[in-house]
């Protein structure tokens, strides 16, 4: 038999004192407050989407002229906007495969670009074109030697044959340290950011947040990469996109209500918000033996730290590089862990390689308004001390002052 209720206990509810009704009316008085201030500001930021133009937010737009080809890449010489420096050598900036260059010239009071020139940099970039499935063989050779091998040549030869400077982001900082260290002859100057050397970094002292995506990758097996890679002929541009947002949950779920909502329709928050979801938007495949390549060989093996990884037939040594290396790596990097950069510095000399920390994220680094100074001025500066070449490896070697880790002390 149900168990019957106490007379009493329906005829007596529990009271609620005056003070607790009290502080509820004031919580739902704060409550719909905010409702309201959240609802006023979505209106004044939709009253602005509803008259942005597409033309509005164009992104790259720093004049540039193609001055060599191969394939699908080309190479673009940036129209110069303050008198070139003699003095310096020209400088190629090479992003990755899985985003566009068009983030180091998002607009122009945040372009890395622009402040390279005003500061008088030959400057060129690397656009890696649109690659299809017709390009899913191609692999690290293909882009590291072929590709962007041939645009470095292509600038060594107009340069009087002399060796030119090399910028790698990210993913082309990889391949920007591989080419330097398998054709070290071309290179004046060597700087990467935001750059994976050691692909699975000092683990045990992640920072919370840090390294999900080593932990994501090192969780598939061969089989898994290989499966992927075998079913789609690339790694889908939809796909990477999808799994560097959910490196950050919170922030991608609300960037487009509460987010938006807080610029309260400011024009200029507002255009870099939607300049950048543009060029996050413009995702393009993977080549699928690259990817396979990065995966595998880099992120589950991590061969290139370990000097086992194989480009052109031979392993590749990145001690092997002799010109200076400015590294710059971001803080709160929540793709690249800070460690998986500075482990260049374990693989050169105290007096070759410098680094700069930028207190930012991944991304920040290029595009947010305290990076412009920081990033192109520490290159600038760097290029203006080194304008004397070191000494060569053979010297160097001579004089004791490499200083290279073991292989053993490297995997350990």
Known sequence: MPEKRSPDK?????????????????????????????????????NFLGRIKDKDVEIAETPADVVFEIDKVRLFRYRPLAEVRKDIPPMIICYGLFGRQTMIDLQEDRSLVRNLLMAGIDLYVVDWGNPTRADQYLNFDDYVERYLGSCVEYLYEANDKKPVNLFGICEGGTF??????????????LALAITPIDFHGDQENFWRGEGFLNSWVGNLSKDDVDLLIDTHGMLPGEMTGAVFSALTPIASMTKYNIGLARMEGNEAMMLNFLRMEKWIADRP???????????NDLYRENLLVKGQFMLCGEKLDLSNITCPVLNIFAEQDHIIPVSCSKAMGNLLSDDQYEEIGFPGGHVGVFVSRKAQGVVAGGVVSWLEKRLDPLPDKKQKNEAGVKKKKSKKQIQG
Do not use: C
């Not at 920007?176 to 100057?189: H, K, N, V």
């Open 10 to 46: 329906e005829q007596n509810p529990p009271q609620i004192s005056d003070q607790a009704l009290l502080e509820a009316q004031e919580a739902w008085s704060l409550a719909w407050q905010y409702m309201l201030k959240t609802g006023e500001q979505m209106v004044k930021s939709n």
């Open 176 to 189: 920007a340290a591989m080419l330097a260290a398998l054709r070290p002859e071309l290179f004046a100057g």
């Open 285 to 295: 495949d993977h080549p699928g033996e690259a990817a396979r390549q990065w995966l």
